[in-house]
């Protein structure tokens, strides 16, 4: 069925529905958790993960021509980061990260999974080790404290059929077809019909519709939207754009080292539009799941968080996907940096904005602390964001602005200013860039003498976390 949300809520609506003041029931009679607490009192978690969607692609981001009306009000009802980062900027090992909180060198994925991985230069990694089957994940923690566990959408770390992990409903993705695409229902195979995007809303809703509220649950929607292929989204969508220029993305003509998907780069604005179209269609399925969960009585302890597995470049710094737009691997901010919303009523302020950095390896500890789980015992580099998202950081708490990055022979730190990226095995060259002087990314500093001092700094920070985390 073609979903129109349009017809579930309007404008004011919605906003009344993401700003409104929480109603907190407890029940004597509620599950216990791990830590003692009542079902009740610990939150659902609605975790939204679009692939290949950007930051800067967003209206609340500060995008002028891609219409994002839904997510922009989802940020306005709660909390957006302004720097959110990936470890990795390619999605198997992206996601890896963000449900395991632990980095590439740990987990063994190191590329995006395929059957046909090239070499040179390498793209594509055949399958996980055997050893990701003994990986921990925050769905394994959530399912053992009494979470029921959903998963709808992208896996992409190995047995797509079959996720495990604790998920005791799946709807998950065979084939990149956006129209009539082969899924696993439970791990059976089936031939749909209709839109993929707005299939994965309905079997979302149906695990919604299955809840109770006598236990708390977690669900993640994996959209494949924006993802290749452009084809097939509803023709609304791409009569959005058939105008559109695209003139404030400051894109460049084909770069010499244009590597993945350059193709996309002979037409830039004709496929910025299918991409704009993409993206608009996922924003519309926000509206379907927030009525879902007000019918269900359960948006009052629900968190929701909004974000992509990596960034994007479209035509950016003459390149059009993500890591492995160029050769060598960039680590530039449009392919590592992505949407952080936070809403969570009563929770999470409103219309609020964090400066704070944060990786996709602290979402582990700021989830397991959401749900109050412990954490894993395993060498973790995350830490927890919760108090940054919920305003309760202390007067004596300093955050420290650092990130790391690791995509094959490529690492990358960064702090609130500067960037430096390490590229080993004679991968290319080094790189330091100034933020605050050169935002675009356009002057390699790192020969420069007068950044001797930040260059080095940064260089043992890498090498130790490199150390730390492998």
């Known amino acids: 069925m073609n979903i129109r949300p349009s017809k579930h809520l309007n404008r004011r609506q919605f906003l009344a529905a993401a700003t409104a003041a929480p109603v907190y029931a407890q029940s004597k009679k509620s599950a216990q958790g791990k830590k003692g607490e009542p079902a009740a009192a610990r939150p659902n978690i609605l975790l939204i993960l679009a692939d290949d969607l950007p930051a800067w692609a967003l209206g609340c981001y500060g995008n002028k021509e891609i219409r994002t009306p839904n997510i922009d009000l989802l940020a306005r009802g709660g909390t957006r980061f302004q720097n959110s980062f990936v470890c990795t900027p390619i999605c198997s090992p992206s996601r890896?990260?963000?449900?395991?909180?632990?980095?590439?060198?740990?987990?063994?994925i190191h590329d995006f999974l395929s059957a046909n991985p090239i070499e040179k230069p390498p793209q594509g990694q055949k399958e996980p080790p055997a050893s990701f089957a003994n990986e921990v994940m925050i769905s394994d923690l959530l399912a053992a404290a009494g979470y029921q566990c959903g998963y709808v959408g992208k896996w992409h770390m190995g047995d797509n059929a079959k996720p495990g992990h604790g998920y005791s409903y799946t709807y998950t993705t065979l084939t990149g077809a956006y129209q009539n695409p082969e899924m696993a229902l439970n791990g059976v195979t089936r031939k749909e019909t209709g839109y993929k995007t707005e299939l994965m809303t309905n079997r979302a809703v149906e695990f919604l519709d299955k809840q109770s509220g006598a236990a708390p649950f977690f669900l993640t929607i994996g959209y494949s939207n924006p993802h290749v292929p452009y084809e097939g989204h509803p023709q609304r969508y791409y009569d959005m754009y058939k105008n559109t220029s695209f003139n404030t993305f400051g894109w460049e003509p084909a770069a010499p080292n244009a590597l993945r998907e350059k193709e996309y780069l002979k037409d830039i604005v004709g496929n910025n539009r299918k991409h704009a179209a993409s993206v608009t269609a996922l924003d519309d399925q926000i509206p379907v799941l927030l009525k879902k969960l007000n019918d269900k009585k359960l948006r009052d302890n629900t968190l929701i968080i909004l974000t992509g597995d990596n960034g994007f470049l479209l035509g950016r710094h003459g390149l059009w996907s993500k890591g492995h737009a160029s050769d060598p691997i960039n680590m530039y901010e449009e392919s590592v940096q992505v949407?952080?919303?936070?809403?969570?009523?009563?929770?999470?302020?409103?219309?609020?904005?964090?400066?704070?950095?944060?990786?996709?390896?602290?979402?582990?500890?700021?989830?397991?602390?959401?749900?109050?789980?412990?954490?894993?015992?395993?060498?973790?580099?995350?830490?927890?964001?919760?108090?940054?998202?919920?305003?309760?950081?202390?007067?004596?708490?300093?955050?420290?602005?650092?990130?790391f990055a690791h995509f094959r022979n490529t690492q990358m730190v960064r702090d609130a200013r500067y960037k430096v990226v390490i590229r080993n095995e004679g991968a290319g060259p080094n790189e330091l860039f100034d933020l605050k002087d050169d935002p675009r990314e356009k002057v390699n500093q790192y020969d420069n003498p007068g950044y001797v001092n930040v260059r080095d700094a940064l260089t043992r920070e890498l090498e130790n976390w490199r150390k730390k985390h492998a």
């Open 339 to 403: 949407p952080m919303i936070w809403n969570w009523l009563g929770k999470v302020p409103p219309e609020s904005v964090r400066p704070e950095m944060v990786s996709f390896y602290d979402m582990m500890p700021t989830l397991c602390e959401a749900a109050g789980v412990e954490p894993p015992s395993r060498n973790l580099c995350g830490r927890s964001y919760l108090n940054v998202v919920t305003n309760k950081l202390g007067r004596k708490e300093v955050w420290r602005n650092l990130v």
């Open 96 to 108: 890896a990260t963000l449900f395991t909180g632990r980095t590439p060198m740990q987990h063994g």
